[in-house]
């Protein structure tokens, strides 16, 4: 009996170590599940190793805009640059340029079909356009803000102006404010399909918004002209273009042909 009952006691493993058999199916000597196939792995590894890849361009691009936007706000968006500024502001523009994310930034600027990836409101963080430059000499006004405001096939280009007494002594002179617009007609161009946007000039108006801390947006009319067209000119091989050298949505930089370059940040509105 005592030997019935130690049997009895004896405790079965074999089904255990069948479980253990068939739980440990597909793992290999590397604890690797050998059901996954080598082309899985590896393509496994390549993905992860394009992620990092691409987080590592969007840090860089991050940091490099971060730089700009503070060059740009050192040195009075360029009206106040010198020549140091303006160079390390040119390698980081070039260093950027190679990050571009945009292939095809010209895409719906006609205003017809699909939409534009430059549409909306861009406020100009630098530029070193001599025809804007120029504005900062004046002994009667300073330069405000400026933006490019995208609504295809119409681009408009805003500055606003206040009296220089008022930019000197702003907490003991009631504001004031001018704001010129021109307006232009973009197109696609041939020469560069992509990315390069064709500029028609048809209109400017100036817009008197604030007097002596008055509102008159609306009171005092605006004084506005259509600039002349050139008859027989092509569009497609007219002077008036501007190339689009990295864009994404927090930034935008341009080269306009023979006048220097722009960047701009995304704004939500053009308001004074």
Do not use: C, H
Not at 23 to 44: A, F, L, Q, R, V
Not at 48 to 62: C, D, F, I, R, S
Not at 68 to 84: E, H, P, Q, T, V
Not at 87 to 110: C, H
């Amino acid at each position: 009996d005592d030997e019935e009952k130690e049997d009895d006691d004896e405790v079965d493993f074999s089904n255990f170590e069948q479980e253990l058999d068939d739980d440990s199916d597909g793992i290999d000597s590397d604890g690797m599940n050998d059901k996954e196939t080598p082309e899985e792995t590896t393509t496994t590894t390549t993905t992860t190793k394009v992620e990092e890849e691409n987080m590592k361009t969007l840090a860089e691009a991050q940091k490099l805009k971060q730089e700009l936007i503070l060059i740009g706000a050192s040195y009075d968006r360029g009206f106040g640059a010198s020549a140091s500024a303006r160079s390390n502001a040119k390698r980081v523009i070039q260093e950027l340029e190679d990050y571009n994310p945009t292939t095809f930034a010209a895409q719906g600027i006609d205003g017809g079909g699909s939409s534009s990836p430059l549409e909306g409101s861009w406020r100009m963080i630098w530029t070193t356009a001599p025809d804007v430059l120029v504005l900062g000499a004046s002994p009667v006004s300073t330069v405000g803000a400026i933006y490019q405001v995208f609504d295809p096939p119409l681009v408009t280009n805003i500055i606003d102006f206040i009296p220089k007494s008022q930019s000197l002594l702003p907490s003991l002179l009631p504001s004031s404010l001018l704001r010129a617009e021109v307006t232009t007609k973009a197109s696609s161009r041939t020469d560069d399909p992509q990315n390069r946007v064709g500029l028609n000039f048809e209109s400017v108006k100036l817009n008197p918004v604030e007097l002596l801390g008055q509102p008159v947006k609306g009171v005092l009319p605006p004084l506005g002209f259509n600039l002349p067209q050139i008859p027989f000119v092509d569009p497609e091989t007219s002077p008036g273009y501007f190339d689009v050298t990295y864009l994404d949505d927090e930034l935008l930089i341009i080269k306009q042909a023979g006048q220097g370059l722009f960047a701009l940040v995304k704004v939500t509105n053009s308001d004074p």
